[in-house]
């Protein structure tokens, strides 16, 4: 089925310890987003991109770091992973403002 | 800049009752879009509505409607006859409208949970 695949969908990370969340679509879009949900903070943007080779950070980028080196793929890297980072991760595509395609979330826990 | 606010941290309603949810915007953006998710307590995001800043008609769907505002900077949300399956977290976000056409980024609101109960 089409849509964005977020794997792992659970993650228990020590801290200093450094992961890749992986983001995957199959509808050919241009526009790539991370975002991180915390408890009364909404969702906030992580990093973005608007195209293959070309990413840009959003409103809490530090510690993160993101790549895009096929339309298809948008990982997200923690380097050194701290319990600051514990929250849920979401992945999302859109073609155009038209509409945002959402992953299916990560829950990340830092210990 | 842009912001979204949802004041309303929560909100209990008996099953049946009339309840709105209400976001206010702020941007300098000419055109932009307006959409509401719900996230059940799965934790998924589910896509509700988008509205034009163009289009100020209200909408109307089953028992949902929103309420746009462009005076008052305002995309209200409102569930008629609430039942328990509405109860969520539902968030106000808001992009730029580029002429060109291409995605922009999507600014979310803190969100307001809402509990149904019998």
């Known amino acids: 089925n089409a849509g964005v695949t977020q794997t792992p969908k659970f993650q228990v990370l020590k801290t200093g310890q450094s992961m890749t969340l992986q983001c995957a679509q199959d509808m050919n879009h241009e526009y790539m987003s991370w975002y991180r949900q915390d408890p009364g903070m909404g969702l906030r943007l992580i990093h973005y991109?608007?195209?293959?080779?070309?990413?840009d950070q959003g409103e809490v980028p530090n510690g993160y770091n993101v790549s895009r080196s096929t339309t298809e793929d948008f990982p997200l890297r923690l380097l050194s992973a701290a319990p600051s980072q514990t929250s849920v991760y979401f992945c999302a595509s859109s073609y155009s403002n038209g509409g945002y395609t959402f992953g299916s979330g990560t829950r990340l826990t830092v210990v | 800049a842009q912001k979204v606010t949802q004041a309303q941290t929560e909100i209990s309603v008996v099953e049946k009752e009339d309840v709105t949810l209400d976001c206010v915007y702020e941007?300098?953006?000419?055109?932009?879009?307006l959409f509401w998710y719900k996230q059940p307590p799965s934790g998924e995001l589910v896509f509700l509505i988008r509205r034009n800043s163009f289009d100020e008609q209200n909408e109307i769907s089953g028992r949902y409607s929103w309420n746009f505002q462009k005076s008052t900077s305002s995309f209200n949300f409102t569930i008629t006859a609430s039942q328990v399956v509405d109860s969520a977290v539902y968030f106000c976000?808001?992009?730029?409208?580029?002429?060109?056409?291409?995605?922009?980024?999507?600014?979310f609101g803190t969100g307001t949970r809402l509990q149904v109960t019998l």
């Open positions: 941007t300098r953006d000419t055109t932009y879009y």
């Open positions: 991109s608007v195209g293959a080779g070309i990413t």
């Open positions: 976000a808001l992009s730029e409208a580029r002429n060109t056409g291409t995605a922009s980024k999507l600014t």
